[in-house]
C-alpha cells in the first residue's frame, strides 16, 4: 500500500487515458458484431476475427485469438456474448505471456553494467529523442546519473532538441556540430560517462531507412566504436515504433529487425490513436519485448510495458 499503490493507480489512470480511443474502437465494434446474439456462434467468431484485423492486432495473432477462442467456446459448449470480452482478454492476456518472461515493474537497470549503455533506432519522427528525454527522466528520478549522446547529426534540430530534453532533466548532453560522425560522438559520450562514473548512456540516432545498406553500416560503425569504451556496449539496442501507424509499425519493426540487432522494443503515440491493437500483434510476433510504451508528449507519459496490465485496461476488468 502507500507509495506503491498510489504510483499504481496513476500508472493506471494514465494508461487508461492513453488508450481511450482505441478502447472505444475495439468496443463499438464488439458491440456491433454480438447485436441480437445470444451465444458465441460461427457468425460471432467471423465478426470478432474482423474486429480484431481492423484494430490493427494484426492477421496472424487474429487466427492464434480466434482459434483459442473456438477451443474455449467447444470446451465450456455455452459461452454466451456477455462473457465474450471477458474471455477475450483472458485468451489474449494468456497468448502474450506465453513464452515470455516475466514483463518489468519499473525502469530498473542491472547492476553489473555499469555504464549500461542504450543505443535508440528508429525511423525519423516515430520519437526517438523524446523517448530517450522520458527515459532520461525517469532514470534520474530513481538516483541514478545519466550521460545523453546527440548521434543524430543530420539535422541540427535533432542535436538542439536532445539538448533542450537535457536541460529539462538536468543530464548532460555530449554533441558535436551538426553533420559530424556519429560514431565520434558516440565515443565521446561513452568516454565522458566512463570517466564520471555514470550509471547510463543513451545514445540518439539518425534513422533513415531509405537506404537499408547505409543505415545498417553506420549503426554498425556505432555500435563498434562504442566497443572500444565500453566492450561489451551496446546493452540495449532500443527499437522505437510509431503505434500510431497501425501495421506500418510492424513492417518498420520486420525491417528494422532483419536491419541490425534489436534487443527491445518501444511503442509511442499510442495515446490520440484507435490503432493501439497493433502493441499485441508486436508483443506476439516478435521475439523481442516490448519494453515500454509512450503514451503522450509529456515528461511523465512513458510505462515500463506490462502485458496483463495493457489486455485489463483494454478490455475493460
Ligand atoms: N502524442 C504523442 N506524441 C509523441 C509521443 N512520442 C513522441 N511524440 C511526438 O512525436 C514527434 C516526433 O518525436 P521525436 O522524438 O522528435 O521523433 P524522432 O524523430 O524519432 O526523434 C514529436 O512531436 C513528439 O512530441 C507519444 O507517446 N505520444
Ligand atoms: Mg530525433
Known amino acids: 500500500m502507500g507509495i506503491f499503490s498510489f504510483f499504481n493507480k496513476e500508472k493506471k489512470e494514465t494508461l487508461d487515458k492513453g488508450l481511450s480511443k482505441t478502447k472505444e474502437n475495439v ?5 456491433r458484431a454480438v447485436a441480437g446474439k445470444s451465444k458465441v456462434d460461427d457468425e460471432v467468431l467471423d465478426d470478432l476475427e474482423e474486429v480484431l484485423v481492423t484494430s490493427d492486432v494484426g492477421v496472424d495473432t487474429t487466427l492464434k485469438i480466434i482459434s483459442r477462442i473456438e477451443d474455449r467456446v467447444a470446451k465450456d459448449k455455452y459461452v454466451t456474448t456477455n462473457e465474450l470480452t471477458s474471455i477475450l482478454r483472458e485468451e ?9 518472461t516475466e514483463d518489468g515493474e519499473g525502469f530498473d537497470l542491472p547492476d553489473n553494467k555499469k555504464p549500461y549503455v542504450i543505443m535508440v533506432v528508429g525511423v525519423n519522427g516515430v520519437g526517438k529523442t523524446t523517448t530517450i528525454g522520458k527515459l532520461a527522466y525517469q532514470f534520474k528520478k530513481a538516483g541514478k546519473s ?10 541540427a534540430a535533432a542535436v538542439e532538441q536532445l539538448v533542450i530534453w537535457g536541460e529539462r532533466v538536468g543530464v548532460p548532453v555530449v554533441k558535436q556540430k551538426m553533420g559530424s560522425d556519429p560514431a565520434s560522438v558516440a565515443y565521446d ?6 570517466a564520471n562514473n555514470a550509471d547510463v548512456v543513451i545514445i ?12 545498417m553500416n553506420e549503426l554498425t560503425k556505432i555500435k563498434n566504436v562504442m566497443k ?6 551496446p546493452h540495449e539496442v532500443l527499437l522505437v515504433l510509431d503505434g500510431s501507424t497501425g501495421q506500418n509499425a510492424f513492417e518498420q519493426a520486420k525491417q528494422f529487425t532483419a536491419a541490425t540487432e534489436v534487443n527491445a522494443l518501444a511503442v509511442t503515440k499510442l495515446d490520440g490513436t484507435a490503432k493501439g491493437g497493433v502493441v499485441i500483434g508486436i508483443s506476439d510476433h516478435f521475439r523481442i519485448p516490448v519494453k515500454y510504451i509512450g503514451l503522450g508528449e509529456g515528461i511523465e507519459d512513458l510505462q515500463v510495458f506490462n502485458r496483463k496490465e495493457f489486455v485489463n485496461s483494454l478490455f475493460g476488468e
Not at 468496443?27 to 458491440?31: E, H, P
Not at 545519466?146 to 539535422?155: I, S, W
Not at 540516432?205 to 537506404?211: D, I, K, P, Q, S
Open 189 to 194: 559520450t561513452l568516454s565522458s560517462a566512463k
Open 204 to 215: 540518439d540516432t539518425a534513422g533513415r531507412l531509405h537506404n537499408k545498406i547505409n543505415l
Open 92 to 100: 489474449i492476456a494468456a497468448l502474450l505471456t506465453e513464452n515470455h
Open 228 to 233: 572500444k569504451v565500453v566492450p561489451d556496449a
Open 146 to 155: 545519466v550521460y545523453l549522446g546527440a548521434a543524430d547529426t543530420f539535422r
Open 27 to 31: 468496443f463499438s465494434k464488439l458491440t
